[in-house]
Each structure stands twice: as structure tokens, then as C-alpha cells.
């Protein structure tokens, strides 16, 4: 076992569960309701399939829409495929769950964004905590009572 617990890899692995069994049941049910989604995710990411004309014209980030007209959703543990209309043009696209950044659906104001820290950013804000804290030199301020105040004194 290492020494600490990866918190942030930890979140991201259950918020793209999260994203993978809302699209098995959209892929066995369908989109109930008004729901709908917005996924950008990283052209760049080595195993993302996309068109080369997709490719070509979103150079680092993408998103698509799946709502009135998507096809052959189909879930795996990695990633999704699915076919969208790109201007009267399906198109198929692979998807992985690592490529996303931000997963949206407006219908319930529900969102994730996988945010990413280099290395030696998480180790810089880690330099900055104190080693250790000693309890004995926090002081609690006392409490003050409460005061009432007439609110006559603010009228004009």
C-alpha cells in the first residue's frame, strides 16, 4: 500500500461510474424526459475516434450534444460510442471516459468537470501546509453576547 490516499484519482474514477451508468441506462431505456447532455471531452487523448475533419477543426477540446437525435449508443467500462448528425452527417465517435473534461445536463442543472493539477502544482500547495500543527496555539476568540440594536437608530 503507498503512502497516501490518491483522493483526486479517486473521484474521478466514481464521477466517470457515474457518467457510464447513466449511459447504460440511457442505452437500454433512452433519454426519459427533458434530459440531455453536453460532453466535451479531448480530441487529442490517444484513443478518442473521431473523424479527421472533427479532428482537424477542434484541435484540443470538443463538445457534442445527445438529445433529440443520437445512434448506436453503445457502453463499455473505457468509454462509449455513439453516432451524432454533424449538419445532416452521422458520424461515429469513440469516446473514453478518461478524454472527458466536463459532463453536463442542463435539464437538471447537474455537471461534473474532471479537472487536472500537474505534479508539481499539488506538490507546491503541499510544501505550503505547516508539517505539523500544534492544537495548544489555536485560540478560540471568545464568544461575544448578543447585542440589540434598536432599528430606529437607521431610520431617517
Request: hydrophobic residues 35%; negative net charge.
Amino acid at each position: 500500500m503507498s503512502g497516501t490516499i490518491d483522493y483526486g484519482n479517486l473521484m474521478h474514477r466514481a464521477m466517470r461510474s457515474l457518467i457510464q451508468t447513466v449511459l447504460t441506462d440511457v442505452q437500454a431505456t433512452g433519454l426519459p424526459g427533458e434530459h440531455h447532455f453536453f460532453i466535451t471531452f479531448d480530441t487529442q487523448h490517444p484513443d478518442v475516434e473521431i473523424a479527421e475533419w472533427l479532428a482537424d477543426r477542434y484541435p484540443g477540446e470538443m463538445t457534442v450534444v445527445m438529445q433529440h437525435w443520437y445512434d448506436n449508443l453503445t457502453v463499455t467500462d473505457e468509454g462509449f460510442a455513439v453516432t451524432l448528425n454533424f449538419g445532416d452527417a452521422p458520424e461515429p465517435l469513440y469516446i473514453p471516459y478518461n478524454s472527458i473534461k466536463t459532463f453536463v445536463d442542463p435539464s437538471v442543472e447537474f455537471g461534473l468537470r474532471f479537472e487536472t493539477q500537474d505534479e508539481d502544482e499539488v506538490e507546491d500547495a503541499l510544501d505550503e501546509l505547516p508539517e505539523e500543527i500544534n492544537l495548544e496555539e489555536i485560540v478560540e476568540e471568545p464568544r461575544k453576547d448578543a447585542e440589540v440594536v434598536s432599528l430606529d437608530s437607521f431610520r431617517k
